[in-house]
């Protein structure tokens, strides 16, 4: 594994990049959320206008009720216009404003001004029929588009648009308030208020201030909501990253298990492990007189390779070195089948390789030989690092004997190689069916690997003909 050399940028630089690719996962995340919660209020939106259109034509009935009808065609062409741009290559981040807002103006317009197939009441009447509720029934659907901003912009807009309807009727002649008739702000009898307050042109102002105050309140609750559903959004994309990052590490069965754990990884302990390395052999060779892009993309097929088959072994993927592979089997939790998977995906991996390598040669590129060592011990398994960054790691001298017998392959001239230990536990763990399993191996003398005294019981497997 000493062929290959990887090069890494520094902590603070990767930060950064790091950094800004969370960013960007959030943003496209956020983005997705917002036009999913765009389309479930317009279609809250218009399903409100159906309803409202049959109610009034029940209760209306034409032909007064076509003025109505035809605003609420309106209405329904801003939502649905508000929602095809913001899916066009024309959407811009103001248009859901600019279209909130005249929303709100023609339902302000709409709860005001009479219609004129309505008998000719006095207009001040108009703010006593409890119209300014389809105000609040708008606010309502707009909590669905995860936009806090957009929530607190409607309630603006809501509360602007229905102050300048209020002070649009207050001007009209003949407008009676409490502030613009003398008569009024003397002590008066009960009769009189009730008589004052009864007379068709009287606008009560401190119910329409009240009124604003409601909406505003409304909008700002509605935001807040918005806000946490968010920040709930958030938890769950970072739940999702972290669970992507897992099975990064871990087959898909196991990123399940460990998701729901509190403490996945528990705390260090002992137990036995299969670790396996791959390697490419005379990667630096390969490497020297090709281009860097070339190089790079040998290796992502080559890793996406491997990781596909100690996946489907139920292994565990520990580190990508350079040109070379760690893996381990039994990591977090031990199984009964360890050092059986171990065995089958190395087997895997050689015969993977060995198509990939007849698909090569029929493009006519260089073959790609691969090497492979397994030994099974105890090791030990625990976080390692520092408060700023942890790795979970497997150490032990299984690892350190497992990386040997990779580099040993080149020695006996064979592809794979491993263990009297891991030969050992096949046969424990598979009974009768070991033979079979370890059919094509050879057994050896004992090999002295570089930094252990003690020699190493070994098998030689020479790889699928």
Same mark, same amino acid.
């Given at each position: 594994?000493?062929?290959?050399v990887?090069?890494?940028? *520094?902590?603070?630089a +990767?930060?950064? =990049?790091?950094?800004q @690719?969370?960013?960007?996962?959030?943003?496209?995340?956020?983005?997705?959320?917002?036009?999913?919660g765009r @389309?479930?209020?317009?279609?809250?939106?218009?399903?409100?206008?159906?309803?409202?259109?049959?109610?009034?034509f029940?209760?209306?009935?034409? *032909?007064r !009720?076509?003025?109505?009808?035809v605003? #609420?065609?309106?209405? /329904?062409?801003?939502?649905?216009?508000?929602?095809?741009?913001?899916q066009?290559?024309?959407?811009?981040?103001?248009?859901?404003?600019?279209?909130?807002s005249l929303?709100?103006?023609?339902l302000?317009?709409?709860l005001?001004v009479?219609?004129?197939f309505?008998?000719?009441?006095?207009t001040q009447t108009?703010?006593?029929?409890? $119209?300014? !509720?389809?105000?609040?029934a708008?606010l /309502? *659907?707009i909590?669905?588009?995860?936009?806090?901003?957009?929530?607190?912009?409607?309630g603006?807009?809501?509360?602007a648009?229905?102050?300048a309807?209020?002070?649009?009727?207050t001007?009209?002649p003949?407008t009676?308030?409490?502030l613009?008739q003398?008569?009024?702000?003397?002590?008066?009898t009960s009769?009189?208020?009730?008589a004052?307050?009864?007379?068709?042109?009287?606008?009560?102002?401190?119910a =329409?201030?009240?009124e604003?105050?409601v909406v505003?309140?409304?909008?700002g !609750?509605?935001?807040?909501?918005?806000?946490r559903?968010?920040?709930l959004v958030?938890? &769950?994309?970072?739940?999702?990253r972290?669970?992507?990052n897992?099975?990064?590490?871990?087959p898909?069965t196991?990123?399940?298990?460990l998701?729901?754990?509190?403490?996945?990884?528990?705390?260090?302990?002992?137990?036995?492990?299969a670790v396996?390395?791959?390697?490419?052999?005379?990667?630096?060779?390969?490497?020297e007189? =090709?281009d860097?892009?070339?190089?790079v993309?040998?290796?992502?097929?080559?890793?996406?390779?491997?990781e596909?088959?100690?996946?489907?072994? &139920?292994?565990?993927l520990?580190?990508? #070195?350079?040109?070379?592979v760690?893996?381990?089997?039994?990591t977090? $939790?031990?199984?009964?089948?360890?050092?059986?998977?171990?065995l089958?995906? /190395?087997?895997?991996?050689?015969e993977?390789m060995?198509?990939?390598?007849?698909?090569?040669?029929?493009r006519?590129q260089a073959?790609?030989?691969?090497s492979?060592g397994?030994h099974?011990g105890?090791a030990?398994l625990?976080?390692?690092?520092?408060?700023?960054?942890?790795?979970?790691?497997?150490?032990?001298?299984?690892? $350190?004997v497992?990386n +040997?017998l990779?580099?040993?392959? =080149?020695?006996?001239?064979?592809?794979?190689?491993?263990?009297?230990?891991?030969v050992?536990? !096949?046969?424990?763990?598979?009974g009768g069916?070991?033979?079979?399993?370890?059919?094509?191996?050879?057994?050896?003398?004992?090999?002295s690997?570089?930094?252990?005294a003690?020699?190493?019981?070994?098998?030689?497997?020479?790889?699928?003909?």
């Amino acid at each position: 594994m000493t062929d290959a050399v990887v090069t890494e940028l *520094p902590a603070e630089a +990767r930060r950064p =990049r790091l950094e800004q @690719r969370v960013l960007e996962q959030h943003a496209a995340a956020f983005q997705a959320e917002e036009m999913a919660g765009r @389309r479930l209020a317009t279609t809250a939106l218009l399903t409100g206008i159906a309803v409202i259109a049959v109610w009034l034509f029940i209760q209306v009935g034409p *032909p007064r !009720v076509w003025f109505y009808q035809v605003i #609420l065609g309106l209405f /329904a062409l801003i939502f649905i216009a508000n929602y095809s741009l913001s899916q066009s290559r024309f959407a811009r981040p103001w248009q859901s404003y600019v279209l909130m807002s005249l929303a709100v103006a023609l339902l302000a317009f709409t709860l005001v001004v009479p219609n004129p197939f309505v008998e000719n009441w006095p207009t001040q009447t108009r703010l006593r029929y409890g $119209n300014f !509720v389809y105000m609040l029934a708008f606010l /309502a *659907p707009i909590a669905l588009s995860y936009s806090p901003k957009l929530m607190i912009w409607a309630g603006l807009s809501a509360a602007a648009a229905w102050i300048a309807g209020v002070v649009w009727v207050t001007g009209l002649p003949g407008t009676m308030t409490w502030l613009n008739q003398p008569d009024l702000g003397r002590p008066m009898t009960s009769d009189e208020l009730l008589a004052a307050y009864l007379d068709p042109r009287f606008v009560d102002l401190e119910a =329409r201030v009240q009124e604003v105050i409601v909406v505003l309140l409304m909008a700002g !609750v509605l935001a807040l909501v918005v806000w946490r559903s968010r920040r709930l959004v958030m938890r &769950q994309i970072s739940v999702a990253r972290e669970r992507a990052n897992l099975a990064r590490y871990f087959p898909p069965t196991v990123v399940d298990q460990l998701a729901d754990l509190d403490d996945p990884l528990g705390e260090v302990r002992a137990q036995p492990v299969a670790v396996m390395f791959v390697d490419i052999v005379g990667f630096t060779q390969l490497a020297e007189h =090709r281009d860097p892009h070339e190089t790079v993309e040998i290796l992502r097929d080559y890793h996406a390779l491997v990781e596909r088959e100690i996946f489907d072994h &139920q292994g565990t993927l520990d580190k990508f #070195l350079g040109d070379g592979v760690m893996a381990t089997f039994g990591t977090p $939790n031990s199984g009964p089948q360890d050092a059986v998977n171990a065995l089958a995906c /190395a087997q895997a991996i050689l015969e993977r390789m060995a198509r990939w390598n007849d698909e090569r040669a029929a493009r006519g590129q260089a073959d790609i030989p691969v090497s492979i060592g397994i030994h099974y011990g105890e090791a030990v398994l625990g976080d390692i690092g520092s408060e700023r960054r942890l790795e979970f790691a497997v150490l032990g001298d299984v690892v $350190n004997v497992a990386n +040997r017998l990779e580099a040993l392959t =080149r020695t006996l001239a064979c592809r794979l190689i491993v263990s009297q230990a891991l030969v050992d536990a !096949v046969h424990r763990q598979a009974g009768g069916r070991a033979e079979g399993l370890l059919a094509d191996f050879r057994a050896c003398e004992p090999q002295s690997l570089r930094g252990r005294a003690e020699r190493v019981a070994v098998w030689t497997y020479s790889g699928p003909e």
